[in-house]
């Protein structure tokens, strides 16, 4: 029996049989400025000539599920023939959905899952719940890990007690990549060039360009120098999709700090925008949002539990989502969670290899569990009983 683990992000899908490997597929569909009439779905994106201007259809807003058409629309073709080739009754499915989902949310997608593609069986869990059953595996000895999940809609601190989660614990903040991807778009189209149609270059120049700044005052200060003093200053070669197809940071020793450039291509100039962006991950109210950054959260969040399981959450946090792939954040992480704990606490911040598919790997050994048949529900389950035998075996 294959069992596939698809651990739907609202930004990507991140998915595969157990048994194989994972491949990451945006979660969302196309429509590219030159051929208006076409829709493109997940990884035919590649197929676009050019990717100006693209428009995206997404089926997650504020993460959650909301558009099924769209989603289903996305499934169909990852199931199908190009892609995974799904034998539906012969095939059990592990997928993820975000902590608290809606109960119509759920209940939706139990029947997309047992009556529209009838799997055989089906594991409902929380991405962060997949993250922490990898790192008790990895690491026996630990009763308590802390799951920081950093992804495109927003960051979530979850505390799990013997792959338990706490949900007293759970602490949201609604920060995520997509709001710096936006944030981004507009101080650099207020700044220099019209770029708030570009969502799709302008995440690509995030990932590049920006870093997270162990001090921000001092790189600021760095930031306002002229010419070379300036060393946090890059410029970036914006795509033109005929002989750059994708954009990228020009080497130091290329740079001209005075006057134009000789060639054509198009110049983005960052300095304090590189870290500017990923700050507000730490202090959302730099913009106006209310709320506590990452390193506050997590403290907060360990707060509200028992006393005597406080040194085992510090001493076990585990960044995943792709945030935590800025350069310098699990550093920052670190450095502010340990000034705001007591000193006879030991603070370890662990990032795993690729924090994008951690969860997915969770879900991979989950499967391979020798538990993991009693934790399902089966469509001859949820045929007798309905919707209501997954809300009570399900975790979410």
């Given at each position: ?139 026996g000895s630990e009763l308590c890990c802390l799951v920081v999940d950093s992804g495109y809609s927003f960051t979530h601190i979850v505390p799990y007690c013997k792959e338990k989660k706490m949900n007293e614990g759970i602490c949201r903040i609604n920060v995520g990549g997509k709001l710096l991807t936006n944030h981004l778009k507009e101080i650099i189209s207020y700044r220099q060039l019209h770029v708030m149609d570009e969502t799709h ?196």
């Amino acid at each position: 029996m294959a069992t596939l683990v698809l651990d739907n992000g609202a930004s990507t899908a991140k998915m595969g049989f157990s048994e194989e490997g994972v491949s990451i597929l945006p979660n969302c569909q196309f429509r590219s400025r030159t051929a208006r009439l076409k829709t493109f779905t997940a990884n035919q994106i590649d197929e676009i000539k050019d990717p100006s201007g693209l428009y995206f259809i997404l089926p997650f807003q504020k993460g959650y599920l909301v558009n099924w058409d769209v989603q289903r629309q996305v499934w169909d073709h990852l199931f199908g023939k190009e892609m995974y080739k799904v034998d539906f009754p012969d095939t059990n499915i592990i997928i993820t959905e975000p902590y608290f989902n809606f109960n119509s949310i759920q209940e939706s997608m139990n029947e997309i899952l047992f009556e529209e593609y009838q799997f055989q069986a089906v594991y409902r869990t929380n991405a962060g719940s997949l993250s922490a059953f990898k790192y008790f595996q990895e690491n026996g000895s630990e009763l308590c890990c802390l799951v920081v999940d950093s992804g495109y809609s927003f960051t979530h601190i979850v505390p799990y007690c013997k792959e338990k989660k706490m949900n007293e614990g759970i602490c949201r903040i609604n920060v995520g990549g997509k709001l710096l991807t936006n944030h981004l778009k507009e101080i650099i189209s207020y700044r220099q060039l019209h770029v708030m149609d570009e969502t799709h270059v302008m995440n690509q120049v995030k990932e590049d360009v920006c870093y997270v700044s162990q001090d921000f005052y001092k790189d600021m200060e760095i930031a306002q120098l002229k010419g070379e003093a300036n060393t946090l200053m890059r410029d970036y070669v914006l795509p033109d999709f005929s002989t750059i197809k994708k954009g990228f940071c020009k080497p130091q020793e290329e740079m001209v700090f005075s006057g134009k450039y000789k060639t054509s291509e198009q110049i983005l100039r960052l300095a304090n925008e590189r870290f500017a962006v990923p700050e507000i991950l730490f202090h959302p109210s730099d913009i106006g949002i209310q709320e506590m950054g990452i390193p506050e959260a997590i403290v907060h969040s360990v707060q509200s539990l028992p006393e005597e399981m406080h040194p085992h959450f510090y001493k076990n946090i585990v960044l995943t989502g792709g945030n935590s792939l800025l350069p310098g954040f699990r550093d920052r992480v670190y450095a502010e969670v340990r000034s705001l704990t007591p000193s006879e606490y030991d603070v370890s911040v662990m990032l795993p290899e690729n924090p994008i598919t951690y969860s997915w790997e969770g879900g991979k050994l989950l499967s391979e569990n020798d538990d993991f048949m009693d934790m399902v529900v089966t469509r001859d389950d949820y045929e007798e009983n309905g919707h209501c035998v997954c809300e009570d075996k399900f975790d979410v």
